[in-house]
């Protein structure tokens, strides 16, 4: 028996179906786990290809990526690229200014596609800076009064102020994660390469986790975190910071079951998987699938006992802004990201702002309530996980990668022929920063011009950020490729070296 999958290929036996469904995991939801035979694996695609065996091609500078991810696009005007000329021109057009030139059609269509050139988004009445902003540290990084807590980490921090983007619409979150539009499709994002070449620090526990709301449909969905050709096992496994009920489908059905019958009843399994395999002993799926099930057994006790936030003192739990509604959430999906890559876990990628549509940073119409208040949710979380991560010494072999979509526009929205009181999206120019496991602290790298429309100098293509991570994992994404899956140059991008140590 066959049974046919969601992606139309065949390729899943009566024997693994009856398994899959008949171990108690209601359906195992969880295809990072579950290996569904979905798509070609890479293993499959040529003679002789092997899977990296788990080791570095070069020295790493990190072990772990923690990678924060804010849903919607944040304003890298009003973040960490403020522009003060906006106060100066705000109110007027764009014409009485001396960067007329920065929303030339011409201009602007050297970055985003034909298709975009006639949008009549790019406004030209300039919108004053919404927030005030002062300098921080050694380094003197100008951060907006938004993002204070972040600011005050600003000497071990690396701002990229000249990131560009090619989708002037939110499928720009899985171009953030792939590098590739979002008709392309399914491709492996930036924690699946990292996982499918270093492999798993702690058996008990998946190699990439995911926290937090992720990509509507509209914008990426599980793609944000999936893992495309190279197969299933190296997706995203979502978990809930509730340690009663993290993963919903890992529990036997039956309940009455005990831990020791559920352990022979793998046993079982895994011993009739074991003689397929004396048949099929090269078999890719066979042994993702006997792995899957260990690994769901095992996170049984290790996921909740990693959510266990009680264990940790008042003094982390208050760092991390547990203590204040609006950041409590959020703090503590940053505090459970700590925990998990103590515990070895290679990459946790952390949502904030999902919202079933674009993303709750979206700000089109009053972005000064939007960003204040998004901002007080994840401002000293964040801010607390550098603190914490840098006190105990993880900050060295832990990168941390702050990012966003795209940035918003310095023209005002326009509500017929007023000015408005948001931003719209903007991919020409905008900013992420980086922080730990190799990468040099108190830096600023890049430019946009005057107004924050475009990158002008060392401007880099997201993928750059995707080639930044990778090198710091020792990694190099060439030696990674897949036979029969060619990338572009810009695929791979490039290290932006003048921010490492």
């Not at 991810?69 to 100066?88: A, I, Q």
Request: net charge neutral.
């Amino acid at each position: 028996m066959k049974i046919r999958n969601h992606h139309g290929t065949c390729g899943l036996t009566r024997r693994a179906f009856l398994a899959d469904t008949g171990m108690g995991f209601t359906g195992l939801a969880l295809g990072a786990l579950l290996f569904k035979n979905g798509v070609a694996r890479a293993s499959d695609t040529a003679e002789g290809y092997r899977l990296p065996d788990g080791k570095p091609h070069f020295a790493p500078n990190a072990k772990s990526v923690i990678w924060i991810f804010m849903l919607g696009g944040v304003s890298h005007l009003e973040s960490f690229d403020v522009k003060p000329e906006l106060n100066k021109y705000g109110g007027k057009s764009v014409d009485e200014t001396p960067f007329a030139d920065a929303v030339d059609p011409k201009r602007v269509g050297k970055i985003i596609e034909e298709k975009e050139k006639t949008r009549k988004d790019i406004h030209k009445k300039i919108m004053p800076l919404q927030t005030g902003y002062k300098q921080y540290g050694d380094s003197g990084l100008v951060v907006s009064d938004w993002f204070p807590n972040i600011g005050s980490c600003a000497d071990d921090i690396a701002v990229v102020r000249s990131l560009w983007t090619n989708d002037n619409d939110h499928g720009a979150q899985l171009t953030w994660h792939t590098g590739r539009h979002i008709r392309e499709g399914a491709l492996p994002t930036i924690g699946s390469w990292v996982t499918y070449g270093l492999g798993s620090m702690n058996e008990n526990l998946p190699e990439f986790v995911v926290i937090g709301e992720p990509s509507a449909p509209c914008c990426g969905a599980t793609w944000v975190h999936g893992s495309g050709y190279l197969g299933p096992q190296y997706a995203g496994v979502r978990i809930e910071v509730d340690p009663k009920n993290p993963l919903a489908f890992i529990h036997p059905a039956d309940k009455t079951m005990s831990r020791e019958e559920q352990q022979k009843n793998f046993s079982l399994l895994g011993r009739l998987n074991r003689l397929s395999g004396i048949d099929y002993p090269d078999d890719p799926y066979l042994r993702a699938r006997i792995k899957s099930y260990e690994l769901a057994f095992q996170m049984q006790t290790a996921i909740p006992d990693t959510l266990d936030l009680e264990r940790e003192s008042e003094a982390t739990k208050k760092l991390y802004g547990l203590d204040k509604e609006e950041a409590k959430t959020f703090g503590q999906q940053c505090l459970v990201a700590r925990r998990l890559v103590e515990r070895g876990v290679r990459f946790v990628q952390l949502y904030h702002g999902g919202s079933g549509s674009a993303g709750a940073w979206d700000s089109h119409g009053e972005i000064k309530a939007n960003h204040s208040k998004l901002a007080k949710q994840v401002d000293q979380p964040i801010a607390g996980l550098l603190k914490d991560l840098k006190q105990r010494g993880m900050l060295n072999d832990t990168l941390v990668v702050w990012g966003t979509e795209f940035g918003r526009t310095p023209g005002a929205e326009l509500s017929g022929e007023v000015m408005g009181t948001g931003r719209d999206h903007h991919p020409h120019g905008f900013s992420a920063w980086l922080a730990g496991g190799g990468v040099k602290g108190g830096v600023v790298h890049g430019a946009t011009d005057e107004l924050g429309f475009h990158a002008i100098k060392d401007r880099h293509f997201v993928t750059d950020i995707h080639a930044t991570v990778l090198h710091l994992m020792g990694l190099d994404s060439r030696k990674l490729e897949v036979p029969g899956f060619k990338r572009l140059d810009i695929d791979h991008g490039e290290p932006i070296k003048e921010i490492l140590v």
